[in-house]
């Protein structure tokens, strides 16, 4: 007999979901924000824009101190020119300042702060970034070509100018995302990810702006986003976005993938077709054999993340499976098996398998889908047949009651109180006629652990009906006043029914259900999975 353990519960787990982000990792250190006084950190992360082309943005166009902006090649300010021999701040002056401004008179060449750059030259102009130095270096020189004019300057960045600066490049930002890139939108308030959930948008352009300001540095993507219907979103993505979000509102295509993963249900097909028989396999084996080494849990179903729809039960230890496939499922292995007529995935620790049935699973796991497929339809053909065959010798027994005109489907003896000193018993009957049973009289005897009978035979009287086919339980409390009674033994049972006719049944071990035909109607295995089925018709 295979022995079963059926516990009906319900496991609830909820699993975070891990977001890839929609910015890949090598981007995430230019995505970071920072306040620091590492200044290698920030010109390290000026190498970034090597190649690109950006724009600069104040908040305040008319407040002139740019004093970081240079010329390539300083320009030559003459105060006159001497025959011979010009000295520096005396005959000329240079200015270091890109489109320099500021006064030029004798105060001004000692002076150098009244000398700047004026930031409308700077702002909203297109600059490629033609290199950056050494970022060990201060100050770390970035050169620059001005894109409407071809000229070279450069931008001497440190920790010591006192001012804030912010510039962006759709460049590098359609680097980290390029156009036509698919993002998902969340569209409901539900507080679990779903697929559904999601609207899919295609970037149309994206804007990286980066903010420098007494050594701090936030970075903003700006992503222009259109759907199908041509309808605008934009969507400003930070380092902070997916820090603290359990659900994000844009999520990427690795990430939506995962979602659908995570939500997707993996359900086994219970229907099988024996014509499977026919296929050739490229081994000779037909079955691979395992047994359950400890009680758990299987699944004709493995819903998704955060629902609770998985068709389940519970299967106990020392039961023989059929194994038709091996599966890992949300990083979890899973072996595809059959038992009890069902099919199911079983957890991998909770099965054993023998050497040489492992080596067949090994052999299968090396083949094609299609041969799993196919192996797992043979193996689903071969434990429905088996589970017919076994109906068919159950049913029979079944059929034997009606001889007798009565059935016992379970009786016993039992302890009526821990507090007082009483033997109850109780039956339970099926009728296997067609006629109606008015009484049913039972004649036991008790016995204690030695054997020894406890009294006198007793004879209790059940007063029905029970109606064919159907089944009654009676309960006798204290029929004994002690607790010594281990077991009984029925000595003869008389059977009364409405048409008038009895039956007296001496051999009572005929009418007693097996634990196999117990298990198979009043507690059958593995009952909340769909039983195997077939639209042909197995053959012997």
């Known amino acids: 007999m295979r022995n079963v353990l059926l516990i009906i519960s319900l496991l609830v787990s909820l699993n975070s979901f891990g977001y890839e982000d929609i910015v890949k990792e090598q981007w995430k250190p230019i995505m970071k924000r920072q306040v620091t006084n590492n200044f290698h950190d920030f010109c390290t992360i000026l190498k970034y824009f090597q190649g690109e082309t950006i724009?600069?943005?104040?908040?305040?166009?008319?407040?002139?101190?740019?004093?970081?902006?240079?010329?390539?090649?300083p320009d030559t300010v003459w105060i006159k020119k001497p025959?011979?021999?010009?000295?520096?701040?005396?005959?000329?002056?240079?200015?270091?300042?890109?489109?320099?401004k500021g006064?030029?008179?004798?105060?001004?060449?000692?002076?150098?702060?009244?000398?700047?750059?004026?930031?409308?030259?700077?702002?909203n102009t297109?600059?490629?970034?033609?290199?950056?130095?050494?970022?060990?270096?201060?100050?770390?020189?970035?050169?620059?070509?001005?894109?409407?004019?071809?000229?070279?300057?450069?931008?001497?960045?440190?920790?010591?100018?006192?001012?804030?600066?912010?510039?962006?490049?759709?460049?590098?930002?359609?680097?980290?995302?390029?156009?036509?890139?698919?993002?998902?939108?969340?569209?409901?308030?539900?507080?679990?990810?779903?697929?559904?959930s999601y609207e899919i948008l295609k970037v149309e352009k994206a804007v990286l702006e980066c903010e420098f300001s007494d050594l701090?540095?936030?970075?903003?993507?700006?992503?222009?986003?259109?759907?199908?219907?041509?309808?605008?979103?934009?969507?400003?993505?930070?380092?902070?976005?997916?820090?603290?979000?359990?659900?994000?509102?844009?999520?990427?295509?690795?990430?939506?993938?995962?979602?659908?993963?995570?939500?997707?249900d993996f359900e086994l097909d219970p229907t099988t077709d024996f014509n499977v028989a026919k296929y050739t396999f490229p081994f000779n084996f037909v079955q691979i054999w395992g047994e359950t080494i400890t009680s758990g849990y299987v699944y004709q179903k493995i819903?998704?993340?955060?629902?609770?729809?998985?068709?389940?039960?519970y299967l106990g230890s020392e039961n023989t499976v059929?194994?038709?496939?091996?599966?890992?499922?949300?990083?979890?292995?899973y072996y595809v098996a059959t038992c009890y007529g069902k099919c199911f995935f079983i957890p991998t620790e909770n099965l054993s398998i023998k050497a040489e049935e492992q080596a067949k699973l090994d052999s299968l796991m090396n083949c094609s889908q299609e041969v799993k497929d196919k192996f797992f339809e043979l193996t689903k053909g071969f434990e429905l047949y088996q589970y017919v065959q076994d109906t068919k010798v159950l049913l029979k027994e079944f059929d034997t009651f009606k001889k007798y005109g009565l059935s016992i489907v379970n009786w016993k003896v039992y302890d009526e109180s821990e507090y007082t000193d009483g033997t109850g018993i109780r039956f339970t009957f099926y009728n296997p006629t067609n006629s109606?049973?008015?009484?049913?009289?039972?004649?036991?005897?008790?016995?204690?652990?030695?054997?020894?009978?406890?009294?006198?035979?007793?004879?209790?009287?059940?007063?029905?009906?029970?109606?064919?086919?159907?089944?009654?339980?009676?309960?006798?409390?204290?029929?004994?006043?002690?607790?010594?009674?281990?077991?009984?033994?029925?000595?003869?049972?008389?059977?009364?029914?409405?048409?008038?006719?009895?039956?007296?049944?001496?051999?009572?071990?005929?009418?007693?259900?097996?634990?196999?035909?117990?298990?198979?109607?009043?507690?059958?295995?593995?009952?909340?999975?769909?039983?195997?089925?077939?639209?042909?018709?197995?053959?012997?």
Not at 55 to 73: E, H, I, P, S, T
Not at 103 to 123: G, L, Q, V
Not at 169 to 176: A, L, Y
């Open 103 to 123: 006064e030029y008179n004798e105060k001004a060449f000692i002076d150098k702060d009244k000398r700047y750059t004026p930031r409308e030259i700077i702002a």
């Open 55 to 73: 724009q600069f943005k104040f908040r305040n166009l008319y407040y002139n101190d740019l004093q970081c902006f240079l010329n390539l090649k």
């Open 436 to 540: 109606m049973i008015k009484y049913i009289t039972i004649t036991f005897t008790g016995y204690n652990a030695v054997d020894d009978p406890v009294g006198r035979a007793v004879t209790k009287k059940c007063i029905g009906p029970i109606n064919p086919d159907a089944s009654a339980s009676y309960e006798f409390e204290y029929t004994w006043f002690t607790d010594i009674v281990e077991y009984a033994k029925i000595r003869s049972i008389k059977v009364d029914y409405k048409n008038g006719t009895s039956k007296t049944i001496t051999n009572i071990n005929a009418i007693e259900w097996s634990d196999d035909l117990y298990d198979y109607f009043q507690n059958p295995p593995l009952k909340d999975l769909t039983t195997l089925k077939t639209k042909g018709e197995p053959t012997e």
């Open 83 to 100: 025959k011979k021999n010009p000295k520096i701040n005396k005959d000329y002056t240079l200015i270091p300042y890109y489109h320099g």
């Open 303 to 313: 819903s998704g993340k955060n629902s609770y729809s998985d068709i389940k039960d």
């Open 216 to 264: 701090s540095y936030s970075p903003t993507l700006e992503i222009l986003l259109k759907d199908d219907s041509g309808s605008s979103f934009s969507y400003k993505y930070d380092s902070f976005d997916y820090s603290y979000s359990n659900s994000p509102k844009y999520i990427s295509q690795t990430d939506y993938n995962i979602l659908l993963e995570e939500n997707k």
């Open 126 to 196: 297109t600059f490629h970034v033609d290199s950056v130095s050494e970022v060990w270096k201060q100050p770390c020189y970035i050169y620059l070509t001005n894109l409407q004019n071809n000229e070279k300057l450069i931008w001497a960045f440190s920790n010591k100018w006192g001012s804030s600066m912010t510039f962006e490049s759709q460049s590098i930002g359609e680097k980290i995302v390029a156009p036509q890139t698919p993002i998902y939108m969340k569209t409901g308030n539900s507080y679990f990810s779903k697929p559904q």
């Open 322 to 333: 059929r194994i038709a496939d091996k599966r890992t499922i949300r990083g979890k292995d």
